[in-house]
């Protein structure tokens, strides 16, 4: 490669071993694919299917490699193994690509490798004989690559170029089926939200830049947690631009909003996309350069109780929790439910639960993504690619038994249900925000247990539970008209309500029976479903397992936050009952109001104005999507631009066009006055110039110009070659 | 063996080959097309040759200092020399130059516009790289102005003879504008060279050597005025705000190839000579005018970003994000420092390349659908897919996607607008350059936002009904699902000649992308060199 010219592996490698200094290998190898894939793919066997495959297994094993090799390195408390080359100097000014490898990239090259191996073996069949199958598998590679170059991110830089080019797939996947526009519209939303953010992602690293001169992470981690020589306030400035990125990114308020209308992608991408890559690199920004935000944002500073990433983490799990209760779609439901939980993690990171946080990204991506699959193999098989829980859905858990139970096991994980990986990644962060004394935050998170313990047990009642429903029941309803039911709503947007496989949607045969999808999608979630269960006891606290913690937590971070509350069953305690009363209360309700008894429930937001005002609040999604569509983006698009042009059109150019004629005039009555009357043909060469500008258009027509041309430059370049040779 | 002497004719036949071919299409009859454009190839082929050996021949090691150095008197009265030479910042705009008149020369192998005389209109073509490539390595002011106003007739005729319905109005605009801020030109140069000769006994020069030398001892007040007049004359040619008004017209009008001259060359006339003359010869006053420079940069990338988004015409919505690209390249030059000029110098050959192709892909679209209305296209990817996919590779390059090349004009430039030279520090300059950093980021927000909108609008979809050979506009999913190939009658893909125009430049969009080195590390040291005279 043309990189290797300018090896500069640092000297703290000579330990360690060969994957952890050929980590840079990960992300280059799917990067590589993707382009194979793009250029031949078409003519392979399974239409550059395996070439995906195989790069992705390629990086998961180079991935347990470095995690294996991490682990026996932390043995002796080591530094990162740091490596780059020069990709870009401009006099002092130097950054390069390369990795750095520490516990927390390792933990994320992991999971992303094994997640993306996982998505793309489940995606072998379910988009099988899609119309653009090899484009979705070099996006998908594609993806999987950006990730992977930002977690090994040796410098802001790189982190840019793998932020982007994740931005640049989510594009080609959520308007994967662009021939609807619906789906293309979300797609060109998804990236456009983020590309806001991105500002800021700019506008921070400059700021970073220009105060500690280096874009190195490195540097920057050591430099902030080291203090002193910097002007705090601008260190504030930066760490708020980067978490505007960061916002953007992860799904955040406000700008959460393009993430649910991500679900027009095809099932795995969305699975892809909310476990564990594009929405945790918000977060993991934050994790990475974590002492910027730290000292930035002056957490954990005694006396402190509110500070910018909890409030937005904090705000974030209880309004995403509560549009997850008004969701028809079931991948709208785990959508709200993702940005929820990135709100857990950011909270976690904002009131300076470092180690939590970063633990529930790792247990998240296994039960997310699984739940993701799940939903994709109800629809590949049991609903007839549909995703409207109360239209097509109900009574499959004997029907569906495989994606039945990883589902239950999964959700049990999500709520947080003791012993389950949620409840240590989870509680974790929640006892953390009391122990570090963000009383409020504690508290939101207790209400966000109970809340997200409430629409997982909705969604999986009208999943697997009560009465078959539409495909469920072989019915296919030929329009998608209203069926009556309490919470039907015309305000609830269908669009992307359906994974429409284009030739396959109208051609199965009917009616058919839901039963258990093939082994290419059952496999994997089985895999899922065993890590969502089992995962959480890599740092369980209530049996003293810090494994994660010792694995991954940076040394510059460990001296910078306070210690980890001692785990306690009673402080655990209100947080499983509230997951308890929160099961509870949901079932009764949806057995009320779903179920086929009549009940003093149904119809209630019909029948009760506050509260039929709240749910329309809520399915309107607060209004902010009328605020940004309607408000912002049609008023910059339309008044603002059109108002810049005409003034372009008018003022601007009316000057140039008002000067070109004011010339012509002048020129043509100094022409008809003076030099016709006064100098009257005695110098005809200086009224040619005048009439020059208003004939200069006679040649064109004449139709000589080609010869007038040449003749013209000809003359000029024999005349400077005569000077020239004359001067010698 | 000494490179910066040595075969110092080089640059004279790089530069003037192509005017041995037209002088050959001189005799050749009208009628003969075939002859005259292969001569054109030809031509275009061994300048690119010799453009290729410089390439080769080139010492990197010293790339700050001028190369294959010549100089001759030339009007001894006036004192003006012949004198050529070639560093890193002229180096890969030398090259570029070059390299697009071939492929447009490729690309009018089939695409001689209306009303046809393919003789005329290369001729003309190969008259132009002339001059594009003498701006380039010329190191004398009366050249480099000589060499500057050549490119402006072949300009003038091609919009005028082969443009678009409001060709006259165009090409009169776009001349007598240019013209304009020429005439203020000259006499800058006129009067830098006067001032410059009084403070001596040697009689002065127009060589750029003795404006280096001898520019920063002027008097400030003068020095101002002087970079007025030259700010004029080159602001227009980039063109900033508000002086752009010239550039949507003359580049919708344009026929294809003269859009993609003018984007990918032409423009860069402009902010070469900032870097290369008005800037180095003036340091004083380039720093008085900097901030005024920033702030019109910021209002151009922000202004052009608007007039993109009010924009029915897909050509014309390419034209006016130039001018917002073209802001973040004066941007760059006006924070002053080795970073932020190096990110303009590649920020021009970026945007040579990428809007150089999406002018390119505008005319192939025009070309298929006789009409560039944005409201009236759809459905691109289906009906001709591979061109709808280099759009999109286009548009994505052109919003600065990292990885591609449009980035690294954007993002150093940002960056530098927060850390400009340490002369701008002060009198609240650096709040407002801080300030400016801020607004060029929401211009890369902006440019997402039409970039995407035209791609959306244009791309995706359903193909318009009025374009299929079916006609029937009953589009259901499932008959779209058919491999999409039912192609309009008159529609075909992407052909060899466009393939051949093309593949060098999406080649260089990613190589540039990827491996940004390859390019700053010949910049570098001649930016480095050229900015020392401010510090830090």
Known sequence: ?728 | MDVLRDQNWLLSLGTFLPLAGVVIMLFIPKRDEESAKLVALVTAIATVAVGAYTLVKFDYGQSAKLQFFTSHDWIRPIRATYTLGLDGISLPLYFLSMVITLLVIIYSWDHIPSPGNAKAFLMLMLVLQTGMAGTFVAQDLILFFVFFEVVLLPMYFMIGVWGGEQRQYASLKFFLYTMFGSALMLVSFIALFIVTKGNTAEGGSFAFSWFQAHGPEIAKTTAIWIFAGMFVGFAVKVPMFPFHTWLPDAHTQAPTQGSVILAAILLKLGTYGFVRIAIPFLPQAAVKWAPAIAVLACIGIIYGALGCLAQTDMKRLIAFSSVAHMGFVMLGIATLTPLGVNAAVFGMVAHGLITGMLFFLAGSVKERYHTLEIRRLSGMLKQIPRLGWILGFCAMASLGLPGLAGFWGEFPAIISSWNPAQALVGDGKLDLFRVLTVVAALGTVLAAGYLLWLYQRTAFGEPNPEFTSHGSGAHSLSAAANHGDDHGSDLHDVNTYEWIAWTPLLIAIVVFGVYPQLMFKVIDPAVTNLMRVFGK
């Open chain 1, 1 to 728: 490669m043309l990189l290797a010219a300018e090896d500069a592996a640092a000297e703290a490698t000579h330990a360690a071993g060969w994957f952890l200094t050929h980590a840079w290998l990960i992300p280059l190898i799917p990067a590589i694919a993707f382009f194979v894939i793009i250029l031949f793919g078409k003519r392979m066997r399974f239409h550059g299917a395996e070439v995906g495959i195989a790069s992705m297994v390629a990086a998961l094993v180079i991935a347990a490699g470095t995690a294996v090799q991490w682990i026996r390195y932390t043995g002796h408390e080591a530094p990162p193994v740091i490596r780059s080359w020069t990709w870009w100097q401009s006099g002092n000014v130097r950054f390069g690509l390369g990795q750095h490898i520490d516990g927390l990239a390792v933990m994320a090259l992991l999971l992303v490798a094994f997640i993306s191996t996982l998505v793309q073996i489940y995606s072998l069949e379910y988009v099988r004989g899609d119309r653009r199958f090899t484009h979705f598998f070099a996006s998908l590679t594609l993806f999987s690559a950006g990730m992977l170059t930002m977690v090994l991110a040796e410098n802001m830089v790189q982190l840019i170029l793998g932020w982007e080019i994740m931005g640049l797939c989510s594009f080609l996947l959520i308007g994967h089926w662009w021939e609807e526009e619906a789906n293309s519209r979300a797609a060109l939303k998804a990236f456009f939200t983020v590309r806001v953010g991105d500002m800021g992602l700019l506008v921070g690293t400059g700021v970073l830049f220009g105060l500690l001169g280096t874009f190195n992470i490195a540097d920057i981690n050591a430099k902030v947690a080291e203090g002193g020589g910097f002007s705090h306030r601008t260190l504030t400035l930066a760490a708020v631009a980067l978490f505007i990125a960061c916002i953007g990114k992860s799904g955040q308020f406000p700008l959460h909003t393009w993430l649910p209308d991500a679900m027009a992608g095809p099932t795995p991408v969305s699975s892809l996309l909310h476990s564990s890559t594009m929405v945790v690199a918000g977060v993991f920004l934050v994790a990475r350069i974590y002492p910027v935000f730290h000292q930035g944002l002056d957490i954990n500073v005694a006396g402190q109780h509110v500070n910018l990433i909890a409030v937005i983490g904090g705000i974030t799990v209880l309004i995403a929790a509560a549009l997850a209760f008004v969701q028809n779609d079931i991948k709208k439901v785990l959508a709200y439910s993702t940005v929820s939980q990135l709100g857990y993690m950011m909270m976690g990171l904002g009131v300076g639960a470092w180690t939590a946080a970063v633990f529930h990204i790792f247990t998240h991506a296994f039960f997310k993504c699984c739940l993701f699959l799940c939903a994709g193999s109800v629809s590949h098989t049991g609903s007839h690619h549909s995703f409207d829980m109360k239209k097509d859905m109900g009574g499959l858990f004997r029907k569906m038994p495989v994606t039945a139970w990883t589902w239950l096991l999964s959700t049990a994980a999500l709520c947080g249900v003791p012993f389950f990986s949620g409840f240590f990644s989870k509680d974790e962060i929640i006892d953390s925000a009391h122990h570090n004394h963000y009383t409020i935050f504690w508290i939101v998170g207790l209400v966000g247990a109970f809340m997200t313990t409430a629409y997982m047990t909705r969604a999986t009642y009208l999943t697997f539970f009560g009465q078959p429903r539409g495909a469920a029941a072989h019915f296919v309803h030929g329009d998608h008209g209203d069926h009556g039911d309490a919470h039907a709503d015309p305000a609830v947007d269908t669009h992307g309500a359906h994974d429409t496989h284009g030739d396959v949607r109208h051609s199965r045969p009917l009616p058919f029976a839901p039963h258990d999808s093939g082994w290419l999608i059952t496999v994997p979630l089985i895999i899922l479903a065993a890590l969502a269960v089992v995962s959480g006891y890599l740092n369980a606290a209530p049996f003293h397992i810090e494994k994660f913690h010792h694995w991954v937590t940076p040394k510059v971070v460990e001296e910078m936050v306070p210690e980890g509350p001692a785990f306690r069953w009673l402080n655990a305690l209100p947080s499983i009952l509230l997951v308890a009363a929160g099961f509870a209360f949901s079932l009764y309700l949806c057995r009320q109001v779903y179920g086929a008894a009549a009940s003093a429930w149904k119809g209630l937001t019909r029948r009760v104005a506050p509260l039929g005002a709240g749910h329309r609040f809520l399915v309107n999604k607060y209004y902010l999507d009328d605020l940004y569509e309607k408000v912002v983006v049609h008023g910059i698009a339309h008044p603002i631009a059109q108002g810049a042009y005409w003034i372009n059109q008018h003022v601007i150019d009316g000057i140039v066009n008002a000067v070109g004629i004011g010339g012509k005039r002048t020129g043509g009555w100094v022409y008809r006055n003076i030099d016709q009357r006064v100098v009257d043909g005695a110098v005809n060469g200086s009224g040619a110039a005048a009439q020059g500008a208003g004939s200069a258009l006679r040649p064109v027509q004449s139709g000589k110009v080609n010869q007038y041309g040449a003749l013209l430059f000809s003359a000029a370049a024999v005349a400077a070659l005569v000077l020239f040779v004359v001067n010698r």
